[in-house]
């Protein structure tokens, strides 16, 4: 089926220097803002399940039709939400060598978990078709070179050196390389240069975000 096109415009804002005219939109000043007739939405899941309920005949579809799909697509989203990206902040805001190493296995046996449940053959998460699940952690797994750059590494083993995990690994592998190369992605992600400053504040513990404290309390990502 041919992709059809939503018209729209991507502006990109730096969270630690928000715009007003992302405050008069969104007073919390969280990125992703939409705007949508006027009217502002935030909250990244729930816009993409937004664009779903009002662009029902564009694809690619990003929830499945079948309704236990439907549900799994669901309860994997929100392992994402409630386990990996708490995971990677702990890790990343994590100080001194004493639980690094701990703090690193804790994020990738969450991917292991994660990548189990992938469709065997792919190349995303629920098979052929890019979807929710896949949106939800996208970011997160573009941005692993911060652990390598700040923390001495992700842990993440390279190709052959996954011992008895490596048919996990080779599927998380394959999955990456099918994200990372599709358009959507690319032209949404920012230059590595715009992203140092603002990991190195979570790598130092002094980011201020909502996020940053809550890891720093011990608390869930609100």
């Not at 309920?53 to 409630?82: E, F, M, N």
């Not at 994660?114 to 797994?141: C, N, R």
């Not at 190709?159 to 995990?165: I, L, R, V, W």
Request: charged share 30%; aromatic share 12%.
């Amino acid at each position: 089926m041919e992709e059809k096109k939503i018209d729209y415009q991507y502006i990109e804002v730096n969270p630690y220097h928000k715009p007003k005219s992302l405050l008069d939109l969104n007073p919390r000043g969280l990125v992703p803002t939409l705007q949508y007739q006027n009217k502002p939405l935030y909250e990244s899941t729930v816009l993409c399940e937004f664009l779903e309920d009002a662009y029902p005949d564009h694809t690619p579809h990003l929830l499945p039709k079948d309704p236990y799909d439907r549900a799994r697509t669901r309860i994997w989203t929100d392992y994402v939400g409630s386990r990996i990206i708490p995971a990677y902040h702990r890790f990343l805001q994590h100080q001194g060598e004493d639980g690094l190493k701990e703090k690193q296995q804790e994020f990738l046996n969450h991917l292991k978990e994660f990548t189990k449940e992938m469709h065997p053959d792919g190349p995303y998460f629920m098979g052929q078709d890019f979807s929710l699940i896949d949106i939800v952690i996208a970011p997160w797994a573009n941005r692993l070179w911060v652990f390598d750059h700040f923390k001495g590494g992700s842990g993440l083993p390279e190709e052959g050196k996954g011992g008895e995990d490596e048919g996990v690994w080779k599927r998380w592998r394959k999955w990456l390389s099918a994200v990372e190369n599709r358009r959507s992605v690319k032209d949404t992600l920012s230059e590595r240069e715009h992203y140092l400053p603002i990991y190195q504040r979570y790598a130092e513990d002094r980011a201020q975000s909502e996020a940053a404290k809550a890891i720093r309390a011990g608390r869930g990502i609100p």
